[in-house]
């Protein structure tokens, strides 16, 4: 499964600003995409995963129908020329 339709699958995953963990480790990363203005940001997130205690710290946001995680260093360097991924007040819990 590509990414695009697995980022597709998970779009309604958060719900009351939360999001599960199991699925939060299944979110594709968006790396870099076409576009930026057409990423929308959806909330910061840091989690520590409980299996493979993988740290995720970063945000996750939508674009092109789907829902992405984006690394703290990645969003770090979008925010010096767009302040939507600097400036992310809103935290997504992960149950």
């Known amino acids: 499964m590509d990414a695009a339709a697995l980022a597709k699958m998970y779009v309604d995953a958060i719900?009351?600003?939360s999001i599960e963990g199991a699925t939060l480790t299944k979110?594709?990363?968006l790396v870099?995409?076409?576009d930026w203005k057409k990423v929308e940001v959806v909330g910061r997130v840091n989690y520590v995963s409980q299996r493979t205690k993988i740290i995720y710290d970063g945000i996750i946001?939508?674009?092109a129908g789907g829902l992405y995680y984006v690394r703290k260093k990645v969003a770090e360097t979008l925010g010096q020329f767009d302040r939507r991924f600097s400036k992310?007040?809103?935290e997504i819990k992960v149950l």
Request: glycine share 0%; hydrophobic share 25%; proline share 7%.
């Open 32 to 34: 870099t995409c076409a």
């Open 15 to 17: 719900k009351n600003d």
């Open 61 to 63: 946001v939508k674009y």
């Open 27 to 29: 979110l594709p990363e």
């Open 88 to 90: 992310v007040s809103k």
